[in-house]
């Protein structure tokens, strides 16, 4: 074996011992071996903040480094790294802010605060000369921070398409695949630790949201104004459309997107339809996945567990190993996209994106409907791909008509689908979904 250099040191404290935090703790004390073998770095976990003690109790974690008082820990002057694993937004902001004044660098998979309030804090640990380390924030066990700070420097990012969220990827599967209940799949998700502590920000969007909008600013250098990005979830996906969907040789998935426009990034998140041949399509369960577009490199496809303890441990402690090894402070002081230093956003208005889509209809089944329905949508210039009346549905009041687009700019289909929801002829609101097609590769 190749003799290691020089031993390094990092004393680190975690605030927050639940799924994240309990398995950053327990990797940290069972492998410390390991760790320092394969990096040379020892990392000592000097406290471990929490309001109870019980689940780090169960881990056999020693009661020696359990603190109650927190400002005894950040007072600590031979503390090196806090990491922040408590969750929530206010609580973090301060905590994180008040150890970069203590001159702590701080690690953290805590997306929710980055999203909303990363400009802010990274420009604080920058004025200090600390680093954050977020690796843990986006798609969980997956180095994708990593990948587009260090491996894909050399690129002009062109797209992100991620299915970002363990939770909602788990319910799509459980539902789909095993016929499980839309209750009883997130009540499975919350068992086994995907879940957010409010699993609201799973099904609905937000968590994808804030991943891809802290994604989105370093690749494409950019502070997304978080509350202009379209963000719908899985909540009210009904399964008739789930079903139609694959006759038609689609596979629905939260997807998030964020890509290059002439006129700014667009950038979405929300249920759709991508080819069962895309390569997003066969990420199932707590997996997570992302594609992202570099004009060098081309298609990059990162694959992994999205959520869940011991896979997001995983990049907490890179993170750790990183600052140590000085990998990190190096990425952040040197290299150009990180939210602080970002210049005006460049988001693309929402709803302006040219998108294929899926529309749902329910009607009555009488000569004349089509022909309503068509005239509108040609009065918005949205071009019709397929059209599929179910025969099997006759002799219901309503009955389903599914149509596929053209692309067409969500705006004027937003416009048609409140016109036909107005038609006497339609029944409750139609569905919409983007059909999403494989991003062309923009190499030189
Ligand atoms: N679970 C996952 O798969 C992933 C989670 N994350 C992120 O990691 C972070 C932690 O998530 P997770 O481990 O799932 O959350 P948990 O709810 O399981 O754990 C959080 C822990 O922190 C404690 N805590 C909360 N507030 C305080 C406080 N003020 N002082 C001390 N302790 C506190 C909680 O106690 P109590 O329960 O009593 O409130 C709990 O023990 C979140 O930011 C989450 O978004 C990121 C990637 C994946
Ligand atoms: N709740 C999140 C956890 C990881 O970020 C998810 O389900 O993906």
């Not at 999203?115 to 000369?129: I, N, P, T, V, Y």
């Not at 600390?130 to 260090?150: K, N």
């Not at 992302?290 to 694959?303: K, M, P």
Request: proline content about 5%.
């Amino acid at each position: 074996m190749r003799p290691m250099s020089a031993r390094k040191r990092i004393r680190a404290a975690l605030v927050g011992c639940g799924t994240v935090g309990g398995a950053t703790a327990r990797i940290l004390l069972q492998d410390k071996e390991l760790l320092l073998r394969r990096s040379g770095v020892e990392v000592e976990l000097v406290a471990l903040v929490d309001k109870s003690f019980d689940h780090a109790r169960s881990l056999g974690i020693p009661e020696d480094i359990f603190r109650s008082d927190l400002d005894e820990v950040l007072a600590d002057p031979t503390l090196d790294v806090i990491i922040e694993l408590a969750g929530g937004v206010e609580f973090p902001r301060t905590l994180i802010s008040r150890a970069l004044d203590a001159g702590k660098h701080v690690v953290t998979a805590n997306k929710a605060l980055l999203a909303l309030h990363g400009r802010e804090l990274f420009a604080k640990a920058r004025e200090k000369g600390l680093t954050i380390g977020f690796e843990a924030s986006c798609a969980g066990g997956i180095p994708v921070i990593r990948a587009i700070t260090d491996g894909l420097l050399a690129n002009e990012i062109d797209a992100i398409y991620g299915i970002l969220n363990g939770t909602s990827n788990y319910i799509l599967s459980e539902m789909i695949h095993k016929g499980s209940s839309y209750a009883d799949s997130l009540d499975q998700a919350q068992q086994i630790g995907l879940a957010e502590a409010d699993p609201s920000l799973d099904v609905q969007g937000g968590d994808t949201a804030h991943k891809i909008a802290i994604m989105s600013s370093l690749a494409f250098g950019i502070s997304p104004e978080f509350t202009d990005i379209p963000v719908s979830g899985i909540d009210n996906l009904d399964e008739q459309d789930v079903l139609a969907g694959r006759d038609l040789g689609y596979v629905v998935k939260l997807l998030a997107v964020a890509h290059r426009t002439p006129l700014g990034v667009a950038m979405w998140v929300g249920p759709a339809f991508i080819s069962r041949e895309h390569p997003l399509a066969w990420v199932e369960g707590p997996f997570n996945a992302v594609s992202i577009y570099g004009h060098a490199v081309g298609h990059t496809l990162f694959y992994g567990r999205g959520a869940g303890g011991d896979p997001t441990a995983s990049a907490v402690i890179s993170d750790i190993l990183g600052l140590a090894l000085g990998i990190t402070p190096a990425l952040f002081g040197h290299t150009g996209f990180w939210p602080d230093r970002n210049g005006e956003t460049r988001q693309l208005p929402a709803g302006s994106e040219e998108l294929r889509f899926y529309l749902r209809i329910m009607a009555v089944d009488k000569p004349g409907v089509l022909a309503a329905i068509s005239t509108i949508l040609a009065r918005e210039q949205i071009s019709i791909a397929s059209l599929h009346q179910n025969e099997q549905a006759r002799g219901q009041e309503l009955i389903p008509v599914v149509i596929t687009t053209h692309t067409c700019t969500r705006q004027a289909m937003n416009r048609a689908v409140q016109e036909i929801n107005a038609l006497d002829i339609t029944g409750a609101g139609a569905v919409l979904l983007p059909i999403v097609d494989e991003h062309p590769e923009k190499i030189s």
